[in-house]
């Protein structure tokens, strides 16, 4: 399942916005009577799922790269007064 067939709009909401349009389909699907009919539903939802869970793996190398970053600048500084 890719996220390509995701349209564009989707793929640019925040993660907060992903999780309400994932809150949003999974109550639509539990109160279908017919899950037969529900089945493109639950394909977007599987879609969304995806692409909520690459945006956290991408935040959460961001904010690993940012924090190496910040130590480094740490360990450089202190290098620099103990010399």
């Given at each position: 399942m890719k996220d390509k067939n995701l349209p564009d709009d989707i793929?640019?909401?925040?993660l907060d916005e992903l999780r309400?349009?994932?809150n949003s389909l999974l109550t639509k699907i539990e109160t279908s009577?017919?899950?037969e009919n529900s089945?493109?539903?639950?394909q977007k939802l599987i879609k969304v799922?995806?692409?909520i869970e690459k945006k956290f793996q991408s935040?959460?190398?961001e904010?690993?790269?940012n924090s190496k970053s910040k130590i480094d600048e740490i360990i450089k500084?202190?290098?620099k007064k103990t010399k």
């Open positions: 793929k640019a909401k925040s309400e349009i994932l009577p017919n899950l089945a493109d539903d639950y799922n995806n692409l935040l959460s190398k904010i690993s790269n500084k202190n290098a």
